[in-house]
């Protein structure tokens, strides 16, 4: 039941919603844990209900960081690094972590990498040669990818 409130919602309806809310597409408990906050429900209904997702296999913390890594990849073109920051800040286990990197290979990841710094490069309209490598750099850096080869690509691309 909803803590002082007028309007009440049964654990069966709020069990109901998350159901949906994780059939759309996968989640980590903390997405749970918020979405269920902002039901203002009593802490036994909380728990019962994310151990309801659990048994029902609705919730997966495993799954939940594998599609996470290839999707962020593959989509956003993120890097490593960057996929693993935002692993951590959803509370997701090493093993897990580690276990959702596995999903990119390693030849993609560096092909990836490379036509990602040359297409950023292209588009980069500054003609002070330290300024566009500082762009290029923050730029691959901001989005997750490892130093030594975004220095390595920048040296490549911009000689000294």
């Known amino acids: 039941?909803?803590?002082?409130s007028q309007q009440s919602i049964t654990v069966t309806e709020a069990t109901k919603k998350m159901e949906r809310y994780c059939a759309y597409q996968e989640r980590c408990h903390k997405d749970i844990e918020?979405?269920?906050n902002t039901m203002k429900l009593i802490p036994e209904a909380k728990e019962k209900i994310i151990l309801h997702l659990l048994q029902h296999n609705f919730l997966n913390e495993e799954r939940f960081s594998q599609s996470f890594a290839r999707g962020k990849f593959r989509i956003k073109k993120w890097g490593k690094q960057r996929i693993v920051r935002e692993l951590k800040y959803r509370k997701i286990s090493?093993?897990?972590i580690k276990t959702a990197l596995k999903e990119i290979s390693e030849k993609d990841y560096l092909e990836t990498f490379h036509e990602l710094a040359e297409r950023k490069f292209v588009t980069i309209k500054e003609l002070d040669q330290n300024k566009k490598r500082k762009k290029l750099t923050d730029y691959l850096l901001y989005r997750g990818w490892e130093t030594n080869l975004v220095y390595e690509k920048v040296k490549e691309l911009i000689p000294y």
Do not use: S, T, V
């Open 1 to 4: 039941m909803y803590q002082n």
């Open 94 to 96: 090493a093993y897990n």
């Open 34 to 36: 918020d979405k269920l």
